[in-house]
């Protein structure tokens, strides 16, 4: 069983940065890409970044590129979500997520759909005050 526990949350302003941390339990975290989700109020969870199983691969939703960067110490099995230049539209519940494969990208596109991934955490809130 896989277990994932965000922590980092919590308030900024704009223009502000955070570091959201993952921590996860399992013997097997290394073999597996992963990703961070975020969920704003009253709208569906979208995509934020995923990496690939040795942090070789990245990948970032367009609204975070550039201001965002995912990582992740395979040895501390943790995952890293680093938040530069945060916005007001930045607030969300933010979540890290397992998928059960390796790498970030197959067949013409990469695993950004919450469906690619099978294990999440509980989420941690971020919010950026105008």
């Known amino acids: 069983q896989v277990q994932l526990v965000e922590i980092g949350g919590g308030l900024v302003q704009a223009g502000g940065s955070l570091r959201l941390s993952c921590a996860a339990s399992?013997?097997?975290?290394?073999?597996?890409?992963m990703g961070w989700f975020r969920r704003a109020s009253g709208k569906e969870r979208e995509f934020v970044a995923t990496i690939s199983w040795n942090g070789g691969s990245t990948s970032y939703a367009d609204s975070v590129k550039g201001r965002f960067t995912i990582s992740r110490d395979n040895a501390k099995r943790t995952l890293y979500l680093q938040m530069n230049s945060l916005k007001p539209e930045d607030t969300a519940v933010y979540y890290c997520a397992r998928r059960p494969e390796s790498f970030i990208y197959y067949s013409g596109r990469y695993y950004s759909r919450e469906e690619d991934y099978d294990y999440w955490g509980q989420g941690t809130q971020v919010t950026v005050s105008s």
């Open positions: 399992g013997r097997t975290f290394s073999s597996y890409a």
